[in-house]
């Protein structure tokens, strides 16, 4: 039995005040979302997040479990686990470096953590940045968009978990160049290859499934994924040779990626820029309309509108923010492993060289307090829900100008939404709806 209340320190609200008490941490549906994609780990998020989030003048949290290994849900802990290099590997027993590796072969080793993943990560900070993500998702979703758009405001619903998936899809089929199903460029892809595509992501995701306990596959769980991977990046070697400089493929072999680092990093985007993007933009719309946020985010656009004023850089819009809070309270890569590679003393603990580290993200970023549209920057957390230190998530500001554009297709017209219906996806990796129908409320 999964509790839906837990015991949370409430210290990262500007607003609210010091003390421990028992509220739930998110939204009943949220809840419910967390349980029917993985009962276990949902009640390790709560558990966690009660027993091993930051505590006020006691020990950082950090606890180990048996049959999980160290685990946090202190978002200071949990920044310095990920930003320690020496002491953590991404790559051990535990990261999913490990998973990877035994998927593509041990080159990956160096990809993921040695001297070659810092390479790629120099050459590669160009390929996601605030224009060229706001580029992708102008050129890939446009017509989806525009389609939902016109449904909402002629009185029909839209179900937006399947409208995340198809968005998805079609951005996975254009980075990835995959041939036949419009990723050559040939012509944008149908509903149905958009479809087909996250669902292969989606398989391959599930193999990490069994991965809370163990980093460790099983043969024929090495086999089914290794079928996996070839078929989504089959269309990789062409377009890393051939595509334009202005398609990811090409701008890889541009910037002097080798066809080896491509296909590493074509693996890498699809698992982990699929479910977690779609996840976050269905439940970042029901989070504004089950907690009624959507009415403050409508009055804050409209204010923008009224009364245009600079912002300063990096600062954020009202939608903007609202994207922000989504990521925090959805956090829909809940938990980010890494192996221990050498003894080291973290928040006075000793952890030995072997041992792996759960850091609980979804956890430590919800302890924050409700989602409010309008919440400002929140110190503790800072952008936990894309990781930290030189595995921060390379795909965020794409992630951030998906959701971006999702909500502003919801909201630009100024009216709030209602849910008509929605279904949680059952025993996946990443929670999220399967479906979430809305309609103009
Ligand atoms: C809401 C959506 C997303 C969330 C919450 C998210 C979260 C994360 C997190 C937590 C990590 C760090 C994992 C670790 O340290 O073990 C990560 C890494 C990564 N993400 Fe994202 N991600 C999202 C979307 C995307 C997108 C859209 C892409 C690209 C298409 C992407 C590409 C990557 C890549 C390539 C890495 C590995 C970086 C490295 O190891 O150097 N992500 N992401």
Redesign the pocket.
Known sequence: MIPHTVRVTTTADPTGPRTSRVVPPTTRHELRLLVAARPAMAAVLLAGGAVAGPRRGGRAGLRKVPGLGWVTADPVVGRQV?TDHRHFT?VGEG??GHLWAQILGDWVLDL?DGPG?HAL?TRSREL?TEVSAAALVDGAWSGPLHDARRTLAAGRSVDVGRLARVLVGR?MIS?LGIPGAGGGGERLPSDDEALTAFATGERLASIALASAGSTYLAPEQVSAAQAIVAELTRGVPDGWRHAPADRLLGRCRELGLGLDETTG?AS??MV??TE??A??MARTTALLVDTGEQHRLLRLMADEREHPVARGAGEPDAVENAVREG?RVT???SV??RGVSSDVEVAGRMLRAGERVMIL?WSANVAAGAFRADRPYVRETRQL???A????????A??RA??AALLHTLYDDGAPLRVVSRRAMRRVLVPGYDELVVALG
């Not at 230190?389 to 965020?396: F, M, V």
């Open positions: 990920l991404i990261g999913v993921f993943h990560r996601f951005m980075l990093l890498l985007l982990a820029g977690t993007s996840s976050a990521l956090s829909p890569a980010i492993g993200t829900w894309f990781g230190g030189r595995h921060l998530c390379l795909g965020a794409l992630a998906e959701i």
